[in-house]
């Protein structure tokens, strides 16, 4: 490589001729050389000198003219214009400039020949810096500060390695090696006025030219940056602003604070804030205000610029800055006071009341109403925020309302109109919710609303109005709603914060309302947008857990909640409430009664501490309640929703009276009175279906389940109770419930029968009938299944058959029965999914174990409910007209189940000299197993007690006649001992 640095006398040629040739006998590889002599025309020389030179450097060289903005282009440009032209192929010409390319190469550059790499290509990015800088622990926040302001400079960071010693004490000699290099290589070399200039504009970051000469009063000092900028003299343009380099610039500033008179360069500080403050750039301002310590600027800007801020979500840099402001100037200004509390009412909403306090009686001694009405509905805001002790709310409410009613209302301002009426229904909603006055706020501010341009006083107006829509359950008005603040949701004006708050409350609302396509989506943009913003997570989480939950994802949700218990501190009191109340929905619908009913309990005290209101802790109240009654602790369930519905309001107040009902339905039934739990499921389903319900009890599978099933059993809103039960996907409480909607039902016993969710499934063509064989099989096994090989036998008559056969016939009936969790094949068994497939047989085992618990004191509702199931789900033999030898065991199994449940529950009857009921029992079980003796003895003494010897006469008549003909036998021993006994023969 050729290195050669230009200066002022290298414009002879001579003389540049002499001392590259000297450069050349150097350098390893070149051909030995005598520069020509310089005689006749100069370019030509020129020419001639540099093709010569070329050819005795070594292939692949490397010539570096550096300082080539020395070069004195004017009257030696012929010479570096020649020294371009004649570079030949193999040889690599590099020219390090300050300055742009001069006129005379543009053509090469056009060619093709030459280009030019600028300082944003040249810049180090910081990755590059700190890899190459080597300067110390990086966490170090002088290193940190150092590289900043290295500003990707490559000669800083050369410097930077160049230092040794300890970190900060090199740290220290590169800075000061800089600045010599600054005061000698820049700054010295610039004209006395010119140099004062930069001083004076060192205090500015940032500047444009017009702002440059009103700072210095000098029409000169957008010339001198513009220069600085042409030749690269660690000036930087961005458009018309004008930018030291971050390390000229602190050296400028060293040496404006050691040769400026303090008293200048405050003055000039503050100069400076004040045209960065008129033209908007409120950063550059705020720090130059601050250094100034022109406090009265900084707190007119503080005042001018809080609403923007806060409304951008930068109200802790809003608070940095007032921080800088003398304590006793802070707290004369109220206004500073109000804005210094809205900026911490969602983080720190008991601090922000404090202060919103004390700037609420500045404003009422200074007379201020409007004032001081903005600060009562900031208060109102806390309370929201903060979610506890609302003792103090009403006196806050009456306030804002004494001092509402002293306004000329027509002549308010909508923003201002829309704030206080906004906030007034959220008091009333707290605090009185019964109060006429209510739904007049409401309707004012929904019309103030379309008349207010800020997107944020929108959403939080919109906030309040909702809250109100969703405990009236108006979903019209509440979707109108969200569809009007859309737009104002998405505006980049809102802070991310504001947003993520509006879309938490919208996603909720969804939720509630049983759309979770939507809430997903907005989940996922609340989601989005706090990772972009580097919010707290928590923000979003409980949202998503709500979503999770809502979907049936309890293990994804219980994950979620563990980190959010690991993060949430014990002092936010609101997120601790909601966190411990999604943990119990979560355990709930895990299964885990005892796990939920702590965790309910846990909640209800925690509300009870913070004082929340009544209105709100009744859905605490309610949960518990409903936690009791899943564990059969009826009492102590009533006595929650007695609690809860005291406190509720509006449609909650109906939602949890209907809950309450059919609590209390359920706990009739279990204490035997089936007729008053009939009255109440019945008045109770009938106002949920009136409301357009579409859930039971979401949070608590079980005892939903348990409703449903009591109100199917009665025949009461069978089709609306339904399709809970599908919607919900609750499974049986037994399989025994007459009604229930499973996904697949399947009857063997008398005609067979297949339904998928009620309808019914008509098998045609062979393809179905080795699926619907298997699916036989599996019914005849149970809930245990049977061996592949089992089923291989049974179903192709020779194990020889291909394990691939079965697999083909089970996905056939998956295929059949529309579900792929219907079948179930696990360690070599295949059996059918209990949760997701009903059988008669199944049903008529569980039934037959119940009828077998009765007591002899059983009620005689509760012994013709069983009759009744039990006739309905035995129609006739197992797989009636089929004789395979494998159906026969099955077949007389289910019979002799059968009759024994026959034979106990007439028992039961006869007992209580119910003859009718069970006269009808044993007629109709005669109808499904006509050759049963027992049956008809039960039908003679039926007979005998109820209509006389004739009547019993009569059915011994039948059972002989029936017993000849199909059997050809007599009546045994028993039956005819019983026909004597009756004076029947």
């Known amino acids: 490589m050729l290195w050669c640095q230009f200066d002022q006398g290298d414009a002879d040629p001579a003389t540049l001729s002499f001392f590259l040739a000297e450069a050349l006998r150097t350098l390893d590889g070149a051909l030995p050389w005598h520069a020509p002599q310089v005689a006749g025309d100069a370019a030509q020389h020129a020419r001639l000198f540099f093709r010569q030179l070329y050819a005795h450097l070594p292939q692949g060289a490397l010539v570096v003219f550096d300082n080539a903005h020395d070069v004195d282009w004017d009257n030696a440009g012929n010479l570096l214009e020649a020294a371009c032209a004649e570079v030949p192929a193999g040889v690599t010409l590099v020219a390090v400039s300050r300055e742009a390319l001069p006129p005379c190469l543009a053509r090469m550059e056009l060619d093709g020949r030459l280009g030019t790499i600028g300082w944003d290509a040249l810049r180090l990015d910081p990755s590059e810096v700190r890899a190459l800088a080597q300067a110390g622990d990086p966490a170090d926040p002088e290193v940190t500060e150092w590289l900043d302001q290295v500003d990707g400079w490559a000669a800083g960071v050369a410097l930077l390695r160049s230092v040794r010693g300890q970190p900060r004490t090199g740290l220290a000699e590169g800075r000061e090696a800089l600045f010599r290099y600054f005061a000698g290589e820049i700054v010295g070399r610039l004209p006395a006025q010119s140099r004062h200039l930069l001083l004076m504009l060192a205090c500015w970051p940032a500047m444009s030219g017009a702002d440059a000469q009103a700072l210095t009063g000098d029409p000169g000092a957008p010339l001198l940056l513009e220069r600085l900028y042409r030749r690269r003299l660690f000036v930087e343009r961005r458009g018309d602003s004008y930018a030291f380099h971050g390390l000229f610039g602190a050296f400028l500033r060293q040496q404006a604070r050691e040769l400026l008179d303090p008293a200048q360069r405050l003055a000039l500080a503050a100069q400076a804030a004040a045209i960065a403050d008129a033209h908007g750039r409120t950063e550059e301002a705020a720090g130059l205000y601050i250094e100034a310590q022109a406090h009265q600027g900084l707190a007119g800007l503080l005042l001018r610029r809080a609403a923007g801020m806060l409304a951008s979500g930068r109200g802790q840099t809003w608070r940095l800055w007032m921080s800088c402001l003398p304590a006793d100037m802070a707290d004369a200004q109220p206004w500073l006071a109000y804005w210094h509390g809205v900026s911490l009412a969602d983080a720190q909403p008991l601090h922000a009341r404090r202060i919103l306090v004390r700037a609420e009686r500045a404003f009422d001694q200074t007379g201020d109403l409007a004032a001081r009405l903005h600060a009562v509905t900031a208060i109102i805001d806390t309370y929201d925020a903060e979610w506890a002790d609302f003792s103090a709310l009403p006196r806050w409410l009456a306030v804002l309302a004494d001092g509402v009613r002293t306004l000329d209302l027509a002549a308010l301002d909508p923003a201002l109109d829309l704030r206080l009426h906004s906030r007034k229904a959220s008091a009333l909603l707290y605090v009185a919710p019964q109060s006429p006055l209510l739904a007049a706020c409401v309707q004012r501010a929904r019309l103030a609303l379309d008349q207010v341009d800020d997107p944020l006083a929108r959403l939080e107006a919109g906030a309040c109005l909702l809250r109100y829509f969703d405990w009236m359950d108006n979903a019209g008005h509440a979707n109108a709603l969200v569809a009007q603040l859309g737009a104002c949701a998405d505006d980049a004006a809102v802070g991310a914060a504001h947003r993520v708050r509006w879309y938490s409350r919208v996603a909720r609302w969804y939720n509630k309302e049983g759309d979770l396509g939507q809430a997903q989506r907005l989940t996922g943009v609340a989601r989005s947008i706090v990772i972009d913003a580097g919010l707290d997570p928590l923000l979003f989480q409980s949202l998503e857990v709500h979503h999770l939950l809502g979907t049936g994802a309890v293990d994804a949700a219980r994950g979620l909640l563990d980190q959010m218990r690991a993060a949430l501190p014990a002092s936010r009191t609101l997120q601790m409430i909601d966190l411990n109340a999604l943990d119990a929905q979560c355990l709930a619908l895990a299964g885990d009664l005892a796990g939920a009913l702590h965790a309910a309990q846990e909640t209800l005290r925690l509300a009870l501490d913070a004082g929340v209101p009544a209105r709100e802790r009744a859905r605490f109240d309610a949960f518990l309640g409903a936690c009791h009654a899943w564990a059969g602790a009826y009492p102590q369930a009533l006595e929650c929703y007695g609690q809860a519905v005291a406190g509720a309001y509006g449609v909650q107040a109906v939602l949890l009276g209907e809950e309450r009902d059919f609590i209390d339905a359920c706990a009739s039934a279990a204490g035997g009175d089936g007729a008053r739990a009939a009255a109440l499921m019945d008045a109770a389903m009938a ?287 028993e039956t005819e001992k019983l026909a004597v006994a009756l004076g029947l023969r």
């Open 687 to 973: 106002s949920h279906r009136r409301r357009q319900a579409n859930a039971l009890f979401a949070a608590v599978p079980v005892l939903a389940a348990r409703v449903a099933a009591l109100a199917l059993e009665n025949g009461i809103d069978a089709a609306h109770v339904g399709a809970i039960v599908m919607r919900q996907r609750l499974a049986a409480p037994n399989r025994c419930v007459q009604g229930w909607p499973w996904p697949v039902a399947v009857r063997t016993l008398g005609k067979f029968e297949l339904t998928l969710h009620g309808a019914a499934v008509v098998a045609t063509g062979k393809a179905q009938q080795r699926p619907l064989a298997l699916l036989r099989s599996l019914v005849a096994a149970g809930e245990g299944g049977k061996f592949q090989a089992a089923l291989v036998a049974q179903l192709w008559g020779s194990t020889d058959v291909a394990k691939s056969a079965l697999n083909v016939t089970v996905h056939r009936l998956r295929k059949l029965l529309l579900s792929d969790e219907a079948v179930v094949v696990s360690g070599g068994r295949t059996h059918l999914a209990e949760a997701r497939v009903w059988t008669d047989v199944s049903a008529l085992a569980d039934l037959c174990v119940a009828i077998a618990g009765l007591p002899a004191q059983a009620a005689v509702e509760e012994v013709g409910r069983c009759s009744a199931a039990l006739l309905d789900l035995y129609r006739g033999p197992f797989c009636d007209g089929a004789e395979d030898t494998w159906i026969l065991p099955v077949r007389e199994r289910a019979r002799n189940l059968f009759l024994a449940a026959v034979g106990q529950l007439g028992r039961l009857l006869e007992a209580m000299q119910e003859w009718g009921c069970a006269l009808s029992l044993y007629q109709r079980a005669l109808a499904a197993e006509p050759l049963s003796e027992a049956n008809y003895r039960g039908w003679m003494r039926c007979a005998h007690a109820q209509d006389g010897a004739a009547a019993a006469f009569g059915a011994y008549r039948r059972c002989r006649d029936t017993l000849s003909i199909v059997l050809g036998v007599s009546p045994s021993y």
